[in-house]
């Protein structure tokens, strides 16, 4: 299975500084672009790419989500194959819960880190199967055949009451956020198929463009998250914006049967 990886992180339209991280392999950063492919075969079968929205107060925003990001690659990285999906998901929720307590012991040290958080949408490929990771209300989607599907489900408050009057940015699950935790961790789809793609971003891109907005974009396959980060920003670019685009190719049969 290959993947074919663009991503952007961008600062968007009107904040000062951009509080969104962006992980794809080992390579972590904020403000700019990536293309990379990746070959997924029998002595290479893990990667991650992930998505971490930064809050708070100071630019401590900025800090919680690069703290994420390098604490669960780190975790990822030192992940050991086969394992179950039941292994999977109980270490997952204990590397979650374990990084929650540290970015809450940083804010009690340092009271100009006090109140920051992040969210976290990742998306690991492990033994031809792809998984997502959530926590927050980043959001990962599949589109396939030409239609969108919203994989993850938001921590929200819009999400839990059903309201849409409610402001959207309200979440109620957060690293940093609380002293409890939760994560989403479940396989993306029981099936894989070639052209398949996979789309993580920040509520920057997803408050600005409703899904039929996002899903025409990538329909359109030339530069669609150039594009993306373009129409957002049309439309006041009012969040950081990070996305992160994976197209799918060489998928072998044995993954459908």
């Not at 990379?36 to 630019?59: C, P």
């Not at 374990?98 to 690991?124: C, F, P, V, Y």
Request: charged fraction near 30%.
């Amino acid at each position: 299975m290959q993947l074919n990886i663009t991503t952007v992180s961008d600062r968007g339209c009107v904040r000062e500084h951009n509080e969104d991280m962006v992980l794809i392999g080992n390579d972590i950063f904020r403000e700019g672009t990536k293309e990379i492919m990746v070959d997924l075969n029998s002595e290479n079968k893990k990667y991650f790419v992930a998505v971490a929205d930064g809050m708070g107060g100071h630019n401590a925003g900025e800090i919680a989500s690069e703290m994420v990001l390098r604490k669960i690659n780190e975790k990822i990285n030192g992940l050991e194959m086969n394992l179950t999906e039941k292994d999977l998901s109980s270490k997952i929720s204990e590397w979650v819960k374990e990084i929650h307590s540290d970015i809450l012991n940083e804010g009690k040290k340092d009271i100009n880190k006090k109140g920051m958080g992040s969210t976290l949408i990742g998306a690991l490929f492990y033994n031809n199967k792809i998984y997502y990771l959530n926590v927050g209300d980043s959001r990962m989607y599949r589109l396939r055949n030409g239609y969108l599907m919203q994989i993850s489900k938001d921590h929200s408050l819009r999400e839990i009451t059903g309201n849409k009057d409610i402001a959207s940015n309200i979440i109620t699950n957060s690293f940093g956020g609380g002293e409890k935790i939760f994560v989403d961790f479940a396989s993306a789809g029981s099936k894989i198929f070639n052209e398949d793609a996979f789309l993580l971003c920040s509520d920057g891109l997803s408050d600005e463009l409703n899904d039929e907005e996002i899903e025409e974009t990538l329909g359109n396959k030339k530069n669609a998250v150039d594009e993306l980060l373009k129409k957002a920003k049309n439309k006041g670019g009012k969040d950081n914006i990070s996305i992160i685009l994976v197209y799918l190719s060489g998928v072998e049969n044995e993954n459908n049967r």
